[in-house]
């Protein structure tokens, strides 16, 4: 006898399904679930959905609302494919309760849906072909000509491959599929097809734009946030406030006296100048730019942290913590992920003070929206539709975040350019930008969520590839805070975010060996300024003697020598630093100290603006006092190395 327990996220002890015991002695053919099994139970307890029913509803299991969670059996398979109907639950009940499944041996409703879909595309296939999916795994013939087909896609292909990757390590006296070897062999090599093509890194200008245009939404926002917010609890708790009369009196049948309409409440809060700029006329227009600022809020928070779609989404109301340490103060977000072992786990993100402004507006709709429904735990996000006045107003209250998708573009429309697609090509000159018709010049920047984890990882990482000045302000501090904390020798890295392998500290440091490549390649090899100091005239001597065709060329090479640890780079004041050892000089906090030094690239452009800051430094200070004389020590030595420069320059034009 064997016995299986369901592979769910299973919150409540209530809530679990039956357990499923197996006799390896009974037929195959008696060793289906008895109908009366239960799937699912509510997190009561009651029974949802059974063994024999026509649907299983595994909502009680999801993480959010967002995803699926309901796997129609009749919908996809008519009465007269029973046999396949029987195959197509017991594959899904395989895949539920019997198979080792998931991280931890765990899977997420998305994804039971997802093989749901796979399975229903091979059962509608098999009713085609008038034969059983037991039948179809054994002929190889017709294994052969299902995976050849040219409408099956290779995504598809895969997704099906993984199915029977269950029912292959599976015995076949426990599934009572057996498969042909064409379909273990075609399993193997979908595994071997190229990986997914990298997550876009944003180029540098657009993504400068978001976080200017976000951060100008809110910041007008909180001018009149105390007003706004008035005006949505005032219309919230009476159905007639801010409604047109015609509205009244269907809201509030027999009103006595009606309320002040929309302009009129807005004129009597303030609200008007703001309301005409952002296009508001009524409380719907009051319903979709909260969510605006709601999106606007949660895209910052992706920004300044690399945390993914679901992790934000599920942020509860008091996410922001700071603490005082040696370094300052320090900001962290603290949520949960499933990404890490298929469960919900406690976890912290490093983040920067820039995200305050962000939190503070998010906490504010999300607390007049919880008053409303009369909740006190709630998430950040509280979906905007618990409000009555909302379009997508529900009678029942709704805590979980449904997304974003329709707005976008609301508040930002930024327009690809000529440089972003070199950009583009310049991180990531493997992929074919130019015939993607997403990225086409003119086209509207096809904003995602996910490209913000990839593009703070690349951009903190290796702050060398930020040449705009704006965004090199914009992320200074999540830049310093992120090295700080989540670079690979920092001695915080372990003890405060463990050792989990999918939180973002890893992508941060695996992006740093990548960016590393970039900057030296980019910002040293292919750049069209000068190298002085000893490795730059070394590399002018023996790797800039190539032309660009040629570095370009064996770029993989050279960025596989990094992430062996045969390079390095660094972006200094002055230039470079291509030292794989821990810079010893920092301790000086002299930037004069890279003159001598023999890891150091010298750009001129780049020495001249130290010379200018220290300048300027020296005037504000006493000329009688030490700092003023250290401080003049290095400009004399900066100065100096100018002028080897500029003598150098002379003989080569002589």
């Not at 765990?106 to 997802?114: E, P």
């Not at 057996?178 to 876009?200: G, H, R, W, Y």
């Not at 309320?259 to 319903?287: P, Q, R, W």
């Not at 504000?620 to 003023?628: C, I, R, T, V």
Request: charged share 25%; proline share 3%.
């Amino acid at each position: 006898m064997l016995e299986f327990k369901p592979k769910l996220n299973i919150d409540s002890p209530l809530a679990e399904p039956d357990v499923y015991i197996r006799d390896l002695d009974a037929d195959f053919e008696v060793s289906y679930p008895h109908g009366d099994f239960t799937i699912s139970r509510t997190k009561t307890g009651n029974i949802l959905s059974r063994y024999r029913d026509d649907f299983w509803d595994l909502s009680p299991y999801a993480i959010h609302s967002r995803a699926p969670s309901i796997i129609y059996f009749k919908k996809t398979i008519p009465n007269e494919g029973s046999v396949l109907l029987d195959e197509y639950k017991w594959i899904m009940f395989i895949i539920i309760f019997i198979a080792d499944s998931g991280r931890s041996g765990f899977l997420s409703i998305s994804t039971i849906c997802g093989h749901a879909n796979s399975v229903a595309f091979l059962a509608k296939y098999c009713l085609a072909q008038k034969t059983s999916i037991r039948d179809f795994l054994k002929n190889e013939k017709e294994v052969r000509k299902f995976f050849g087909q040219a409408t099956i896609t290779k995504r598809k292909k895969e997704r099906i491959s993984y199915i029977f990757q269950y029912l292959n390590k599976l015995d076949k006296t426990v599934t009572g599929f057996d498969l042909c070897n064409e379909m273990k062999i075609n399993f193997a090599k979908t595994l071997k097809s190229d990986k997914p093509k990298q997550t876009v890194v944003i180029p540098t200008r657009i993504l400068s734009e978001i976080i200017s245009s976000c951060t100008e939404f809110l910041r007008e926002y909180r001018e009149v946030e105390e007003k706004f917010l008035t005006l949505v609890k005032k219309s919230n708790e009476n159905s007639a406030f801010g409604r047109s009369k015609g509205r009244q009196k269907s809201n509030c049948p027999g009103i006595a006296t009606l309320e002040d309409d929309f302009n009129t409440a807005c004129n009597k809060l303030g609200l008007s100048v703001y309301m005409n700029k952002n296009n508001i006329f009524d409380l719907h227009g009051v319903s979709r730019h909260l969510r605006k600022l709601q999106y606007a809020c949660k895209l910052l928070i992706h920004l300044y942290t690399g945390m993914r779609d679901d992790e934000v989404s599920r942020l509860m109301y008091d996410c922001l913590h700071t603490e005082k340490t040696v370094n300052g103060r320090v900001f962290r977000i603290v949520g949960e992920t499933t990404k890490l072992v298929g469960l919900k786990k406690a976890e912290r993100w490093i983040t920067s003070p820039e995200i305050e402004p962000a939190i503070h507006i998010a906490k504010g709709i999300s607390k007049t929206i919880a008053e409303g429904i009369g909740v006190s735990d709630h998430i950040l996000f509280l979906p905007v539709s618990n409000l009555n006045f909302s379009p997508s107003s529900k009678n029942s209250k709704n805590l979980l975040q449904s997304g974003f998708n329709d707005i976008k573009n609301s508040i930002f429309s930024i327009v690809i350019e000529d440089s972003d697609v070199k950009e583009l090509q310049k991180i990531s000159p493997s992929a074919d930008w130019l015939s993607d018709p997403k990225f086409q010049i003119g086209a509207i920047w096809p904003i995602a969520t996910h490209q913000f984890r990839r593009t703070l990882a690349v951009y903190a990482a290796q702050s060398g590839l930020v040449s705009l000045p704006s965004l090199k302000r914009q992320l200074k501090h999540i830049t310093n805070e992120m090295t700080l904390y989540y670079a690979a020798s920092s001695s915080f890295s372990s003890s405060l975010f463990g050792d989990d392998k999918m939180h973002f500290r890893h992508e941060f440091n695996e992006s740093k060996l990548y960016g590393e490549g970039l900057g030296y390649i980019y910002n040293l090899l292919l750049s069209d300024q000068a190298l002085h100091g000893v490795q730059g005239i070394w590399l002018e001597k023996h790797e800039r003697k190539n032309d660009e065709i040629h570095i370009l060329a064996s770029r993989e090479n050279t960025l596989k020598r990094f992430k062996r640890g045969e390079l390095a780079y660094a972006d200094t004041p002055l230039g470079a630093c291509l030292s794989r050892e821990a810079c010893d000089k920092k301790p000086m906090r002299a930037v004069s100290a890279c003159i001598s030094c023999d890891k150091a690239v010298i750009v001129e452009a780049k020495l001249e603006k130290v010379i200018f800051y220290q300048n300027a430094l020296l005037e504000d200070l006493n000329q009688g006092s030490m700092e003023y004389r250290m401080e003049k020590e290095q400009l004399d030595d900066l100065c100096r190395l100018h002028a080897q420069i500029q003598r150098k320059k002379n003989v080569s034009t002589d």
